[in-house]
């Protein structure tokens, strides 16, 4: 079950200290074997904000539960108007260094995989084939009574059909991709049906208190068993379904590096973390292998 973010966590036992050398990164892609597992902060120079950390929206933004989107009609009217409006900047993001490096490395055969965090599409957006979206995508929508699925694109068009004067300015926008909105600027937006069968559309994402796909779980958990290290890039790894592939990893064995310029939850289990920022850090990691990073694939 993906859990309620909280705001901060206690270090638990000797935390390896933070250094500013990316050297332990190359040395483990150049050996070839890395899983990467990916956080918000990896995509923050795309314009999506992290939960956590300075700029941080985690302490100004509740996000919304399953429950709660699934048995309140109001509730799911506050979302659908916040993540619409929300969905005008979040799906004009584009690939950054630091996702692109990632799509390097992987083009270079140094990854046996990409685990993200992210519901951005970034990493696939830079190049990136092998990747697993733990928590979703916000590029589709899933209708909860008949199961079928649809482009969020197409939703977005039908919403603004349905709601042409629809304008507010919002205060900000999250990583989940929800927009900071008041109830007065939400108003009586519109949310429309499936299209199939006139049931209840839900961004194809986990929410929080909504469990992960059993059968996505476990392939993550295969893809740990397979990797020789596991790199984990820009998560606080505060949400326990990160967390507890670290948890495996380390358990196994197997070398846990980090690159998050702040403390993580996983730091206890890593032989290093890397204090840096992710765009630098990979971009530097990528020089030194002899990876040119690649300009986004056009189309």
């Not at 309620?4 to 040395?27: H, I």
């Not at 992290?50 to 709660?68: A, C, I, V």
């Not at 055969?109 to 957006?125: E, K, M, P, R, S």
Request: proline fraction near 7%.
């Amino acid at each position: 079950m993906r859990m309620r973010p909280t705001l901060s966590w206690t270090p638990v036992g000797d935390l390896p200290p933070g250094t500013s050398d990316p050297q332990p990164v190359v040395d483990a892609l150049g050996a070839g074997g890395v899983l990467v597992l990916s956080g918000a902060g990896i995509s923050t120079d795309s314009g999506i904000p992290d939960y956590r950390g300075e700029g941080g929206s985690l302490s100004r933004h509740t996000p919304m539960t399953y429950q709660d989107f699934t048995a309140d009609a109001r509730a799911r009217r506050r979302y659908w108007a916040r993540s619409h409006l929300g969905w005008r900047t979040f799906g004009r993001a584009r690939p950054n260094a630091g996702h692109r490096a990632v799509a390097g490395f992987e083009r270079h055969g140094l990854l046996t995989g990409v685990i993200t965090q992210n519901v951005d599409g970034l990493h696939q957006a830079a190049g990136s084939e092998d990747v697993v979206e733990l928590h979703g995508t916000l590029n589709r929508v899933v209708c909860l009574s008949c199961g079928a699925f649809g482009p969020r694109r197409e939703l977005a068009r039908r919403l603004e059909e349905a709601n042409p004067d629809f304008e507010p300015v919002a205060a900000g926008i999250n990583p989940d991709g929800d927009a900071d909105l008041t109830d007065e600027q939400v108003g009586d937006f519109r949310v429309v049906p499936c299209t199939a069968c006139g049931g209840v559309l839900k961004p194809d994402v986990v929410f929080f208190g909504e469990s992960v796909p059993p059968q996505r779980v476990e392939h993550c958990r295969e893809l740990v068993r397979a990797a020789t290290s596991l790199l984990v890039l820009g998560s606080s790894l505060t949400v326990m379904s990160g967390l507890r592939l670290v948890r495996q990893a380390a358990q196994a064995g197997k070398p846990v590096l980090i690159v998050n310029r702040d403390l993580t939850r996983g730091d206890q289990h890593a032989v290093t973390r890397v204090a840096l920022p992710l765009g630098s850090a990979l971009t530097t990691v990528a020089d030194r292998l002899g990876i040119a990073l690649e300009d986004e694939p056009a189309g």
